[in-house]
């Protein structure tokens, strides 16, 4: 039986800055838009940014849970702020870099309100809203897709969907198919959830959990040992910093998307990079060298180590850029 659920509001404008035009809205997606699940999303809404000259090249730019449509901002308060902007490794002087927020989230697409369940929307079903949005907006080609973590699993998806539309694709943490650790790690933040009623006391300490295992024992060690409770203090404020933003509904919804996650590699038939890190406990090495042998456009493999495990895409800046700007120069 399907569910319907009510969009948030519309809206739209255009902004200029530097030689970046700046675009954003809110695309209707079509009535009803049917999950994988089997619930129907109605007036189902998908939010989007683009930021760079218009009649550059798109290169489309997704990030974890809890990133959004802004990789890059004027203020600096970007998702990928490191990554994106003028001047860097995705430069919106040369590029156009679209993102979105994700379906089921808590930002301005269609998601749940905090009150109530609402349904998984998987990495399938957010690839085909961004190739409807892709086409609304007249791309023909996107020139890189660029995904790190949960937008990496979605990427998957979508590079299958864009075909030859699609120059390259880059993933960043994100294999396949989840590993076991990730499941069970998941499956302990969300019964933390259940216990706690879904309060926001729950979700932030939810949060936490998580942010412990983006991380490494070997890098919370390094950064912490001998500051008595800092560890404890900085996983406190990770948490209560997401729980004032995020909802259990949207973090549930989201968190089961990643869980549910399949594609098979070999429907990949676009160059690929994917960035490994040997560190990860999420993405363990044996599962990402798994995907990257099966891609069937080719895979360009890169391994890197880092205290910062899953979050080195966020945190190994440098090794980053040099991944993505030779990503570009692949594409071109």
Same mark, same amino acid.
């Given at each position: 039986?399907?569910?319907?659920?009510? !969009?948030?509001?519309?809206? /739209?404008?255009?902004?200029?800055?530097?030689?970046?035009?700046?675009?954003?809205?809110?695309?209707?997606?079509?009535?009803?838009?049917?999950? /994988?699940?089997?619930?129907?999303?109605?007036?189902?809404?998908?939010?989007w940014e683009c930021?760079?000259?218009? !009649?550059?090249?798109?290169?489309?730019?997704?990030?974890?849970?809890?990133?959004? =449509?802004?990789?890059?901002?004027?203020?600096?308060?970007?998702?990928?702020?490191?990554?994106?902007?003028?001047?860097?490794?995705?430069?919106?002087?040369?590029?156009?870099?679209?993102?979105?927020?994700?379906?089921?989230?808590?930002?301005?697409?269609?998601?749940?309100?905090?009150?109530?369940?609402?349904?998984?929307?998987?990495?399938?079903?957010?690839?085909?809203?961004?190739?409807?949005?892709?086409?609304?907006?007249? $791309?023909?080609?996107?020139?890189?897709?660029?995904?790190?973590?949960?937008?990496? &699993?979605?990427?998957?998806?979508?590079? $299958?969907?864009?075909?030859?539309?699609?120059?390259?694709?880059?993933?960043?943490?994100?294999?396949?198919?989840?590993?076991?650790?990730?499941?069970?790690?998941?499956?302990?933040?969300?019964?933390?959830?259940?216990?706690?009623?879904?309060? !926001?006391?729950?979700?932030?300490?939810?949060? &936490?959990?998580?942010?412990?295992?983006?991380?490494?024992?070997?890098?919370? /060690?390094?950064?912490?040992?001998?500051?008595?409770?800092?560890?404890?203090?900085?996983?406190?404020?990770?948490?209560?910093?997401?729980?004032?933003?995020?909802?259990?509904?949207?973090?549930?919804?989201?968190?089961?998307?990643?869980?549910?996650?399949? +594609?098979?590699?070999?429907?990949?038939?676009?160059?690929?990079?994917?960035?490994?890190v040997r560190e990860?406990?999420?993405?363990?090495?044996?599962?990402?060298?798994?995907?990257?042998?099966?891609?069937?456009?080719?895979? /360009?493999? $890169?391994? +890197?180590?880092?205290?910062?495990?899953?979050?080195?895409?966020?945190?190994?800046?440098?090794?980053?850029?040099?991944?993505? =700007?030779?990503? +570009?120069?692949? &594409?071109?």
């Amino acid at each position: 039986m399907s569910s319907q659920f009510v !969009p948030r509001r519309r809206e /739209e404008a255009r902004t200029d800055c530097s030689k970046a035009e700046i675009r954003r809205g809110v695309l209707d997606l079509p009535d009803p838009f049917v999950l /994988e699940c089997g619930a129907a999303l109605g007036s189902a809404r998908l939010a989007w940014e683009c930021i760079g000259p218009a !009649p550059a090249p798109l290169i489309v730019v997704l990030g974890g849970i809890s990133a959004h =449509r802004r990789c890059t901002t004027a203020d600096g308060t970007g998702w990928w702020q490191a990554q994106c902007g003028p001047g860097r490794a995705l430069d919106s002087d040369r590029y156009r870099l679209l993102g979105v927020d994700w379906l089921g989230g808590c930002d301005e697409s269609t998601g749940p309100d905090g009150a109530g369940d609402f349904p998984v929307v998987s990495s399938a079903d957010q690839a085909r809203a961004i190739l409807f949005l892709l086409n609304r907006l007249g $791309v023909r080609q996107v020139h890189l897709l660029v995904g790190a973590s949960y937008g990496g &699993a979605v990427a998957q998806h979508l590079a $299958v969907l864009l075909g030859h539309r699609l120059r390259r694709l880059v993933v960043f943490s994100a294999a396949h198919r989840p590993a076991q650790f990730a499941l069970a790690l998941r499956g302990i933040q969300r019964a933390i959830l259940d216990l706690g009623n879904a309060t !926001p006391a729950a979700l932030a300490l939810t949060r &936490a959990l998580a942010v412990l295992g983006y991380r490494t024992p070997e890098g919370v /060690e390094q950064r912490f040992a001998g500051s008595g409770g800092g560890v404890i203090e900085w996983l406190a404020h990770h948490g209560e910093k997401f729980a004032a933003r995020f909802n259990a509904s949207a973090y549930r919804c989201l968190s089961a998307s990643l869980d549910g996650h399949r +594609i098979d590699p070999a429907a990949i038939r676009v160059p690929t990079t994917f960035f490994a890190v040997r560190e990860d406990l999420l993405v363990p090495l044996p599962l990402a060298r798994e995907f990257a042998a099966a891609c069937a456009g080719g895979c /360009e493999f $890169v391994e +890197i180590s880092s205290a910062f495990g899953h979050d080195a895409f966020l945190k190994e800046q440098a090794a980053v850029a040099a991944v993505l =700007r030779n990503a +570009i120069g692949e &594409a071109a």
